[in-house]
């Protein structure tokens, strides 16, 4: 008979961890919401495609998120998946802080906030919020989406990027 009561003993360091995690590389995003008319946003490296039918995503917010609090109330978020040229706004949108939205260009788009320039977009709305460790992860159906031909953000051995394509053949 196999237990059904299992309960993992860490034996990984934070550092081993976070080594191992910094040579995967991820695509940046800023996930965005509304606190009545005021938006609000921060940075992602965790999120992905989770289903094509229907179109659903997931997103991983800290615990202590100011957003967290926002898209448990509201149900809905937006998914700026960043261009290459916009690491000021991954940085931006990656500190703490209430003003974050100042000299930045958005729009509202969906009652979601939108940033320009980004690659894609996603309005999404909560389907489901799942406890993760130090994180909750929000599975969310897409109800609508954009994308432009840019070149994404991407976070890889602690440092900013993009996608290069390897020669023909290989």
């Not at 995503?57 to 040229?85: E, K």
């Amino acid at each position: 008979m196999i237990s059904t009561d299992f309960t993992p003993v860490p034996t990984v360091t934070a550092e081993e961890f976070r080594r191992v995690m910094s040579s995967v590389c991820t695509p940046v995003s800023v996930v965005t919401a509304f606190d009545d008319r005021r938006p609000h946003g921060t940075t992602v490296s965790a999120f992905a495609s989770l289903s094509l039918a229907p179109p659903m995503v997931l997103v991983a917010l800290d615990l202590g998120s100011d957003l967290l609090q926002i898209i448990r109330r509201t149900r809905r978020f937006g998914l700026n998946v960043l261009s290459a040229d916009q690491s000021g706004l991954a940085m931006t949108f990656a500190r703490k802080g209430a003003d974050k939205f100042a000299d930045v260009r958005w729009s509202a788009d969906g009652d979601l906030p939108r940033l320009d320039g980004a690659a894609g977009w996603l309005a999404c709305e909560v389907e489901q919020l799942i406890p993760g460790g130090d994180h909750v992860v929000a599975m969310a159906a897409v109800v609508a989406a954009d994308h432009h031909e840019r070149s994404p953000l991407t976070y890889h051995q602690r440092l900013f990027g993009t996608h290069a394509a390897l020669p023909d053949g290989q």
